[in-house]
C-alpha cells in the first residue's frame, strides 16, 4: 500500500470520528446554553419525540450547530489529512454527515423550517468552506509529471 491511499483511509477515519465527536458534545452540551424543555433527555430520540411540541426555534441552534461543526470540522481534518484531493475529502465527509442528517428527519419530528435550513446549509456549504480552508492552509502539490 502506497502512502496516499494510508493517509487517504485516515483522513476519512479521522474526519468521521472527529466531526462525530464535536457533533455530540454539542448536541448534548446545547442543553445548557438553551436548555430544552423539561424532561427531554437530548440523547434519547423516543424523549425528544415525545416533546417535539414544546420546542421553540431557539432549541433548534444547538442542532444546526453540531451537524454544520460536524462537516466543518471532520470535512476540514480529512482535507488536511489528505495528501490530494483536499476539496473531494472535504465534501465528502460533509455528504457523508449529510447523509445522517437525512436520516435523522425521517427519524426525529422536526418542523419543516429547521430540516429545510439544516439540509441545505449545515452540511455542503460546511464542508466546501472547510475544503476552501485546507486548501489555503496546505496547498494541493503539484501533480507528478507523466512518464
Known amino acids: 500500500m502506497n502512502n496516499v491511499w494510508i493517509r ?3 483522513a476519512v477515519l479521522l474526519g468521521i470520528v472527529v466531526g462525530g465527536a464535536v457533533n455530540m458534545t454539542i448536541v448534548i452540551g ?3 446554553l438553551v436548555p430544552l424543555p423539561a424532561g427531554v433527555d437530548p440523547t434519547d430520540s423516543a424523549s ?3 416533546n417535539i411540541d414544546r420546542f421553540g426555534p431557539e432549541h433548534f441552534v444547538a442542532p444546526w450547530l453540531a451537524h454544520a461543526a460536524n462537516s466543518f470540522l471532520g470535512g476540514l481534518i480529512a482535507a488536511l489529512v489528505a495528501i490530494r484531493h483536499r476539496m473531494r475529502f472535504a465534501l465528502g465527509i460533509a455528504a457523508f454527515t449529510m447523509l445522517g442528517g437525512i436520516a435523522n428527519a425521517f427519524m426525529l419530528p422536526a418542523p419543516a423550517w429547521f430540516i ?5 446549509l449545515a452540511y455542503l456549504p460546511m464542508g466546501w468552506l472547510a475544503g476552501r480552508l485546507a486548501l489555503v492552509l496546505r ?3 503539484p501533480a507528478a509529471a507523466p512518464a
Open 8 to 10: 487517504g483511509v485516515a
Open 48 to 50: 425528544i419525540a415525545a
Open 30 to 32: 446545547g442543553g445548557s
Open 116 to 120: 429545510t435550513v439544516d439540509l441545505l
Open 139 to 141: 496547498p494541493e502539490p
